[in-house]
T-cell receptor
Framework: GAVVSQHPSRVICKSGTSVKIECRSLDFQATTMFWYRQFPKQSLMLMAT?????????EQGVEKDKFLINHASLTLSTLTVTSAHPEDSSFYIC?????????????FGPGTRLTVT | QKEVEQDPGPLSVPEGAIVSLNCTYS??????FMWYRQYSRKGPELLMYTYSSGNKEDGRFTAQVDKSSKYISLFIRDSQPSDSATYLC????????????FGQGTELSVKP
C-alpha cells in the first residue's frame, strides 16, 4: 500500500529557532500534499495545500511567512516553522495525494510532534 | 458554528458492544463523507468512504449518510479492544482538490 513518512517524528526546539519537517511519499508520486495541524484532543486543521513545482496555497489565518512550505519534487514536501514560539507546539501531519481519486488516494503520514520550549 | 460537529467523547464500551459514532455538518454542498481511525500519536487511516447519501458496509463497520438531515454515522459491530482509537469524520467538496474538513474526533475505548 501507499506509504507516507515524516521526519522527524518528534522534535524539541527553543523559542525563536526554526525547524524543518519533511514529508515523503515512499512508493508513489504525489502531485499534491497537504499539511495539517492538530492540537491535543482537537481536529486536524488544514494549514496549506502544496502542489509540486508551485507555491503553496495557505488557509485563512495561517501565516505563510511563518510556515514555509516547499514541494520541490513529486515525493518530498517540507514545512519549516520559522521563529517558533511555544504556541506553535502541536502535532503536524501531512497527507499526500497519489492518484485521480482525490480522497481515497490521499494517504496520511504518521505525524511530527513539535514542542517549542 | 463549526462546519463539522462531532462529540469528542470519551466513549467507553465493553467488548462486543455495538458502537455508534455520529457527526453533523452545516454545508449541504459536501459530497464525500469519510471516517478515519487515528491511533495515539499516529496519522489517520481511512476506514470508510461514502459518496452522497446511503449506507455502506465493510466487515464490522457500517457508514450511513443522511444528506437531508446533514448527519452521518459510523457503526461498529462486535467491538474489539483493538478498535480503541479516535474516530474522525471528514467531508469534502467535489471541486476542492481533496481538501478535507474534519470533525473533532471521538475517543473510543473498548474494554475487555
Amino acid at each position: 500500500g501507499a506509504v507516507v513518512s515524516q521526519h522527524p517524528s518528534r522534535v524539541i526546539c527553543k523559542s525563536g529557532t526554526s525547524v524543518k519537517i519533511e514529508c515523503r511519499s515512499l512508493d508513489f508520486q504525489a502531485t499534491t500534499m497537504f499539511w495539517y495541524r492538530q492540537f491535543p484532543k482537537q481536529s486536524l486543521m488544514l494549514m496549506a495545500t502544496s502542489n509540486e513545482g508551485s507555491k503553496a496555497t495557505y488557509e485563512q489565518g495561517v501565516e505563510k511567512d511563518k510556515f514555509l512550505i516547499n514541494h520541490a519534487s513529486l515525493t518530498l514536501s517540507t514545512l519549516t516553522v520559522t521563529s517558533a514560539h511555544p504556541e506553535d507546539s502541536s502535532f503536524y501531519i501531512c497527507s499526500a495525494r497519489g492518484g485521480r481519486d482525490l480522497v481515497r488516494e490521499q494517504y496520511f503520514g504518521p505525524g511530527t510532534r513539535l514542542t517549542v520550549t | 458554528q463549526k462546519e463539522v460537529e462531532q462529540d469528542p467523547g470519551p466513549l467507553s464500551v465493553p467488548e462486543g458492544a455495538i458502537v455508534s459514532l455520529n457527526c453533523t455538518y452545516s454545508n449541504s454542498a459536501f459530497q464525500y463523507f469519510m471516517w478515519y481511525r487515528q491511533y495515539s500519536r499516529k496519522g489517520p487511516e481511512l476506514l470508510m468512504y461514502t459518496y452522497s447519501s446511503g449506507n455502506k458496509e465493510d466487515g464490522r463497520f457500517t457508514a450511513q449518510v443522511d444528506k437531508s438531515s446533514k448527519y452521518i454515522s459510523l457503526f461498529i459491530r462486535d467491538s474489539q479492544p483493538s478498535d480503541s482509537a479516535t474516530y474522525l469524520c471528514a467531508m469534502s467538496l467535489y471541486n476542492q482538490g481533496g481538501k478535507l474538513i474534519f470533525g473533532q474526533g471521538t475517543e473510543l475505548s473498548v474494554k475487555p
